[in-house]
């Protein structure tokens, strides 16, 4: 059963660092990667769609990368700012007869400081 | 303005009452989703629904119920089954289940239990 593990599970950075948030994932049979980015009590926002045959994909000052044969993703920060300030989400989807499944980790959950 | 909404916002409970969280979307979208998320961890999915008429379990089934009558709704009802329902629920859509579609959230319904 695939399962997904991100660490660290909490990030506290000052305003303007640049960071990496992690994610690994244990079966690399996987049609698609994808980070989510959740503000407090809020729903879900997707911020960057990664298919297995990509490495990285880019979206302002964010990045992420895949690399499925080692079960592992990226998510680069640049220049991080306050309102960066939410949980991050990454998802994994399995691609089966059963539907457009996704498996979710834990989160990280960042804090910006000004 | 297309997306998918969700109400009520906040859900009380009482033990042994059955309540239904209403998720309705506007984006024509035919498959539908239902995830559970615990304090600090991540999204698990209850059930979903590929097209009207159709749903089918997820991880997390017990004690949930849900209907697919139309297009647009996915209602989901928490049983008396369900033991600790306490959670924020999720719902989402996507085009389609086979295709790798990114899902769409809707902002949640908080449940506790008095």
């Known amino acids: 059963k695939q399962e997904v593990t991100q660490i660290p599970a909490a990030l506290s950075v000052p305003e303007g660092e640049n960071l990496v948030l992690n994610c690994s994932f244990t079966?690399?049979?996987?049609?698609?990667l994808q980070w989510f980015r959740q503000d407090p009590g809020k729903g879900l926002t997707s911020l960057l769609l990664?298919?297995?045959?990509?490495r990285e994909q880019t979206s302002g000052r964010l990045n992420a990368s895949l690399d499925k044969s080692s079960g592992r993703s990226t998510l680069y920060i640049a220049a991080s700012q306050p309102g960066d300030s939410a949980t991050y989400l990454c998802?994994?989807?399995?691609?089966?007869?059963?539907?457009?499944?996704?498996?979710f980790g834990g989160g990280t959950r960042l804090m910006v400081k000004p | 303005d297309g997306g998918i909404t969700q109400s009520p916002k906040y859900l009380f409970r009482k033990e042994g009452q059955n309540v239904t969280l209403s998720c309705e979307q506007n984006l024509n979208h035919d498959a539908m989703y239902w995830y559970r998320q615990d304090p600090g961890q991540g999204l698990r999915l209850i059930y979903y629904s590929q097209i009207v008429n159709d749903f089918q379990k997820g991880d997390i089934a017990e004690g949930y119920s849900v209907s697919r009558e139309k297009k647009e709704s996915f209602p989901l009802t928490v049983t008396s089954a369900q033991k600790n329902p306490t959670a924020f629920y999720l719902c989402a859509s996507s085009s389609r289940t086979g295709g790798g579609e990114t899902q769409y959230f809707g902002p949640g319904t908080r449940l506790l239990v008095l």
């Open positions: 079966d690399s049979a996987i049609y698609n």
């Open positions: 990664i298919q297995s045959s990509q």
């Open positions: 998802a994994v989807r399995i691609f089966g007869n059963a539907g457009n499944m996704l498996t």
